[in-house]
Nanobody, 122 residues
Framework: QLQYVESGGGSVQAGGSLRLSCTAS????????MGWFRQAPGKEREGVSC???????YLEDSLKGRFTISRDNAKNTLYLQMNSLKPEDTAMYYC????????????????WGQGTQVTVSS
């Protein structure tokens, strides 16, 4: 049974940092691309970043320089390091898995975590 444990969210002031974690069980973790998505109130879910099993990464252009995705396959864990946070980064952040590699559309991912809330105050 596929399960995720997401953690690391919280409330920070603008300019602060958070590190999100997503630990997966019930799937051959290294065989799956893993993505981070976020959804702000009243907005559609959007892609943040994605990483292939062997480490190739993709990141939304607007987030380059502030966010970094990584994974530890030995620990079945996905990370998102977020620096220089802005109020517009406030959202629920979700991890998701996809067997066929990275993709940008949430609909292309079939396995989702429960989300962790990130709130950035000005």
């Amino acid at each position: 049974q596929l399960q995720y444990v997401e953690s690391g969210g919280g409330s920070v002031q603008a300019g602060g940092s958070l590190r999100l974690s997503c630990t997966a069980s019930g799937l051959p973790f290294v065989d799956y691309a893993m993505g981070w998505f976020r959804q702000a109130p009243g907005k559609e879910r959007e892609g943040v970043s994605c990483i292939y099993g062997r480490g190739t990464t993709y990141l939304e252009d607007s987030l380059k320089g502030r966010f970094t995705i990584s994974r530890d396959n030995a620990k079945n864990t996905l990370y998102l390091q977020m620096n220089s946070l802005k109020p517009e980064d406030t959202a629920m952040y979700y991890c998701a898995a996809r067997y066929y590699g990275c993709a940008t559309r949430p609909a292309d991912f079939g396995y989702w975590g429960q989300g962790t809330q990130v709130t950035v105050s000005s």
